[in-house]
Antibody, heavy 116, light 107 residues
């Protein structure tokens, strides 16, 4: 079965860039859409955006100016970069397989805290 | 944006109970509605896609129904491993949006 695992710093300073990687195992990253979703403390899930393996992307308009999602097929990984972070970006970040579709595989999530 | 709401926000039930959770969309989304189960510290699990289709590997006690703006997830006979949070997701249009979740705990 497909497994996804998020990795990256758990603490990011305000105004800096949050960078996370999702490693896909048990299946190819090719010919699929890959997404990032987050859940701030005490709040619901928020869709960040997705990328097709070939590079076309679709982002949440509320985050679009700060988000980049990219896919590295050679490493079977995809990544999230979120610039100019504030405390409001503190959340559990999930990666998932799927785009404009059901998300059939998810990572277990990684906590990212924005604090100086 | 399409707003998703769920009711109830939480419920207490016993093993063997029939449980129904409702999800509503702020506008018609056809059958572009998916249901997930989420346990703390675990990856969310897709249960139902396209409103009523059972995802491979999901137990048959889970079923979904509805179309347009109102949807339900039913657990026919609650099992101990079903105590979790359930949330819905619309994949009709971007931004993709999720319901706030329904926590099912032990009575």
């Amino acid at each position: 079965q497909v497994q996804l695992q998020e990795s990256g710093p758990g603490l990011v300073k305000p105004s800096e860039t949050l960078s996370l990687t999702c490693t896909v195992s048990g299946g190819s990253i090719s010919s699929q859409y890959w997404s990032w979703i987050r859940q701030p403390p005490g709040k619901g899930l928020e869709w960040i955006g997705y990328s097709y393996y070939s590079g076309s992307t679709n982002y949440n308009p509320y985050l679009k100016s700060r988000v980049t999602i990219s896919v590295d097929t050679s490493k079977n990984q995809f990544s999230l970069k979120l610039t100019s972070v504030t405390a409001a970006d503190t959340a559990v970040y999930y990666c998932a397989r799927g785009g404009h579709s059901p998300y059939d595989w998810w990572g277990q999530g990684t906590q990212v805290t924005v604090s100086s | 944006d399409i707003q998703m709401t769920q009711s109830p926000s939480s419920l207490s039930a016993s093993v063997g109970d029939r449980v129904t959770i409702t999800c509503r969309a702020s506008q018609s989304i056809g059958d572009y509605l998916n249901w997930y189960q989420h346990k703390p510290g675990k990856a969310p699990r897709l249960l139902i896609f396209a409103a009523s289709s059972l995802q491979g590997g999901a137990p048959s006690r889970f079923s979904g129904s509805g179309s347009g703006t109102e949807f339900t997830l039913t657990i026919s006979s609650l099992q101990p491993e079903d105590f979790a949070t359930y949330f819905c997701q619309q994949s009709y249009s971007t931004p993709i949006t999720f319901g706030p979740g329904t926590k099912v705990d032990l009575k």
